[in-house]
């Protein structure tokens, strides 16, 4: 049980899509949380177009 439970404390999970992240492939966020690149990236073009162009 032990092993278990220090597998998945090992276990990072993406902020953005809550799926296991490999801590190799990683990034960190704005927030210091730990994503997967390609979810960063599509969060970050997703706010771009969210945002008002600027005047
Ligand atoms: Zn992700």
Redesign the pocket.
């Known amino acids: 049980m032990a092993i278990v439970l220090d597998f998945f404390r090992k276990l990072l999970l993406?902020s953005?899509?809550n799926?296991p992240?490999d801590p190799k492939i990683a990034v960190t966020d704005q927030n210091g949380k730990p994503?997967?690149e390609e979810?960063w990236l599509l969060r970050a073009r997703l706010e771009q177009v969210a945002k008002p162009p600027k005047a």
Do not use: G, N, S
């Open positions: 993406c953005i899509c799926k992240l994503v997967h979810c």
